[in-house]
């Protein structure tokens, strides 16, 4: 180790595994291709116990047994591995899915590390440039009141055309959520990637690890740290993970792209640009709000959800200032809530998801002009390489408003 990496912290790649024989290899050569820093990958192999007696299962158990060996054979002192795949170690009960796997490395990460480490989590689906763990080091580093980073990420378009055309469609759902939470500087406008965050692990114990969740587990983690303090958006490399079609978690990429393929795009809509206005007046409101009660916009949401009634009255008695009652409103109305309001009311307006999206567009980015896009434009008709223009000009402006803006 040269003296430079004497001085930096050291990085903990924590990663979940099951049925990722095919990728594991690479995944490693990304990590030894690595610039400048001193690394340690702690992989959580795992599958519920349960699995070794069902034929359809024992393949999967089968393939987390090939990636064991694999990685014992590569005799490397930077991994370190949690076995709970093997016969008699795996999950049972309630405790099995990606979110205890996830935690589990994390853990167990956080037991070898000192308070300046740094914790990024990984998949093993995903590719990572060689300046990825220098690049997290040094945004850490220049902003050492933030509590945490999420990447940018970039799906790699396959050559398969269900797969891009369904990659493609979610993806425009992401960007179209987060270029609205950027305008409005709303604080929980980061993206959830369980394949690119990290944070210091003074900050993953200070706010108590992460809470396992069978699907999601990644964006209520961020947002736990959100809670805690600003969140680093800037950063100049991306995380690209790989576009499959993958049912192994409840809801997330894969899920999605499964659903979509069958046309079923409901759990993924474009939201109403009319949706973030609300939410962004109702928020500008907080403060005055800690006086008196006044009508916001999200009345009937908070309403159907907590009761309106005592809703702000009781974060006013139990706050002891105006930033306290601001802070607490931003903590019941939290990433999961927006998400739950925008449904909510996305849903009562007519306009096709495809108008909404091209008079967002239009409105805010100069210049746009439906790169390519067939008139009328439909999601269902248009082709890849027009929705993949689409995107990437979504892309750009994100990547924009992320570097303008850099913590939220």
């Known amino acids: 180790m040269n003296n430079n990496n004497k001085n930096r912290p050291k990085v903990y790649a924590t990663l979940p595994v099951l049925n990722e024989s095919d990728n594991i290899l690479r995944l490693y050569n990304d990590l030894k291709s690595q610039q400048s820093v001193h690394w340690q990958l702690v992989v959580c192999i795992n599958q519920p116990e349960s699995w070794w007696q069902h034929p359809e299962k024992t393949v999967i158990c089968a393939d987390n047994q090939k990636t064991l060996s694999m990685l014992k054979e590569l005799q490397d002192e930077r991994i370190t591995i949690v076995d709970c795949c093997s016969p008699g170690k795996g999950w049972k009960g309630a405790r099995h899915g990606v979110g205890w796997a996830r935690k589990t490395a994390m853990d167990e990460a956080a037991t070898m590390a000192s308070p300046d480490d740094i914790m990024v989590t990984i998949d093993a689906d995903t590719h990572y440039p060689p300046a990825f763990f220098v690049e997290i080091v040094n945004q850490l580093k220049c902003c050492p009141e933030a509590v945490a980073l999420s990447a940018p990420y970039y799906h790699p378009l396959t050559g398969n055309e269900a797969i891009d055309r369904s990659v493609l469609r979610y993806e425009i759902y992401m960007r179209n959520y987060a270029l609205n939470m950027l305008l409005i500087r709303n604080p929980y406008g980061f993206t959830a990637i369980g394949s690119g965050m990290a944070c210091t692990m003074r900050n993953y114990r200070r706010v108590g690890g992460l809470t396992p969740k069978l699907s999601g587990e990644d964006f209520y983690f961020i947002q736990k740290l959100r809670k805690s303090g600003s969140i680093i958006i800037d950063l100049p490399v991306k995380v690209y993970p790989e576009a499959r079609f993958s049912d192994r978690v409840y809801f997330g990429t894969g899920p999605a ?133 689409l995107r990437n000009f979504m892309v750009y402006h994100e990547e924009i408003l992320q570097h303008q803006i850099k913590t939220l």
């Open 257 to 389: 792209m499964i659903k979509g393929s069958q046309g079923n795009w409901s759990s993924y809509p474009i939201y109403h640009e009319s949706s973030f206005d609300k939410l962004k007046q109702t928020y500008d409101s907080f403060e005055t709000l800690y006086e008196h009660d006044i009508p916001t916009p999200m009345d009937d949401f908070i309403e159907q959800n907590f009761g309106l009634t005592h809703f702000w009255k009781t974060l006013r008695k139990n706050a002891a200032s105006a930033a306290t009652f601001v802070k607490s409103c931003q903590h019941r109305l939290d990433g999961l809530r927006i998400l739950q309001f925008l449904k909510f009311d996305s849903s009562q307006l007519q306009e096709t998801e495809e108008k909404r999206l091209l008079s967002f567009l239009s409105a805010h980015f100069p210049g746009f002009d439906a790169p390519g896009l067939p008139e009328p434009f439909y999601f269902s008709s248009c082709s890849v390489e027009s929705l993949n223009r």
